[in-house]
């Protein structure tokens, strides 16, 4: 069941979509060669807490941490630890916050010092893919034409869409249907309509799509190893069209 949200329920989100919009800007300016990802994790824990809010994953599913943080062949959802970024590294930072009772959530992935073209061609594509997606969301549209754009347009640059993760609406909890694929749906999927606030996270890799569990037990990696980045946003559908309520520089 897709749950709706009112115009000052979207109001909220929009706020909290901008706060941390800024805190994870301020915790990618920490990016570089020699840092850890622990770091990084305690550094948005403390802008979070800092803020009023609090972290949406830390405790959810025993996730131990405030901040994913994905490096290289890491999908999503790798834990913080004491693992020292180096340079040619590409990392995908994903936050999430709950503020005033309802919930944030984005993604970008983040260069290391000079990384190689490979790397550059894939961040380059899976930032167009979430374009690519947002601009194919409408009003009276359906959810399956935005992973049937970013599908679409991943594979004409000869990379690959992950399959068994996706983007998820989002209000009250972190996670709420529906569930947004990246790639082109079968059948019939849920109609978009006002009220709906959703996360679109394309998640591209330069080999084949198919993933398997990391050995910290909540990550994924890819399953031959090739890169992997990510990027996502937060989206309202209102009577007077789509807004984004996170910010990517």
Request: glycine share 10%; charged share 25%; aromatic share 6%.
């Amino acid at each position: 069941m897709i749950l709706k949200k009112t115009e000052e329920e979207i109001k909220i989100m929009a706020e909290g979509g901008k706060m941390l919009s800024e805190i994870l800007k301020e915790v990618g300016k920490l990016v570089k060669p020699g840092i850890t990802t622990k770091e990084l994790n305690r550094v948005a824990e403390t802008l979070i807490f800092k803020s009023g809010s609090k972290p949406s994953f830390k405790g959810y599913g025993g996730f131990p941490a405030a901040l994913c943080t994905s490096i290289n062949e890491e999908i999503v959802h790798a834990v913080p630890s004491d693992r020292v970024l180096k340079g040619g590294d590409i990392i995908s930072l994903d936050i999430g916050m709950e503020h005033k009772g309802f919930h944030s959530d984005m993604a970008k992935t983040f260069l290391v010092g000079n990384i190689s073209s490979e790397a550059q061609k894939l961040m380059k594509v899976t930032r167009q893919s979430l374009k690519v997606g947002i601009k194919a969301i409408k009003v009276g549209g359906y959810f399956k034409d935005i992973g049937t754009a970013i599908q679409k347009y991943v594979e004409s640059q000869k990379l690959s869409v992950v399959r068994e993760l996706c983007g998820h609406g989002i209000g009250k909890n972190i996670h709420e249907d529906p569930q947004i694929l990246n790639y082109e749906e079968k059948g019939v999927s849920p109609k978009i309509e006002p009220g709906m606030v959703f996360c679109i996270e394309p998640m591209v890799v330069s080999g084949d799509w198919r993933i398997k569990k990391s050995v910290d037990g909540f990550g994924f990696i890819t399953a031959d190893n090739s890169l992997s980045c990510h990027f996502e946003q937060m989206i309202a559908v209102t009577k007077d069209g789509v807004k984004i309520l996170t910010m990517l520089e």
